[in-house]
Nanobody, 126 residues
């Protein structure tokens, strides 16, 4: 069993950076694919970024590519999402998700993930 806890959310102004962290407990995430998702008010949950368990492969939603960076530190059992040049449309609750995988692939669809955090609110004012 894995427990995920997100942190780092908050209220920022457009153009500011913010760093989210997903901390795991229960076991190591070193063989888990991890994704960051978000749900904005009135919208469906969507993938923002994903990383394979080796860290070699990453995926970014088009609208965040070049602004967001996903990274993992297996020594700390964390996966971070560095968000730069934030925009009001980035306002959402952000969730991290994880799943043990035997293949080092990227997983974009939420149905592939088994464990979810409780979410952290990110609000970007204009």
């Amino acid at each position: 069993q894995v427990q995920l806890v997100e942190s780092g959310g908050g209220l920022v102004q457009a153009g500011d950076p913010l760093r989210l962290s997903c901390a795991a407990s229960g076991r190591t995430l070193s063989h888990d694919a991890v994704g960051w998702f978000r749900r904005a008010p009135g919208k469906e949950r969507e993938i923002v970024a994903a990383v394979s368990w080796s860290g070699e492969y990453t995926y970014y939603k088009d609208s965040v590519r070049g602004r967001f960076t996903i990274s993992r530190d297996n020594t700390k059992n964390t996966v971070d999402l560095q968000m730069n040049s934030l925009k009001p449309e980035d306002t959402a609750v952000y969730y991290c998700a994880a799943a043990y995988k035997t293949d080092d692939f990227l997983y974009i669809d939420s149905s592939y993930y088994e464990y979810w955090g409780q979410g952290t609110q990110v609000t970007v004012s204009s």
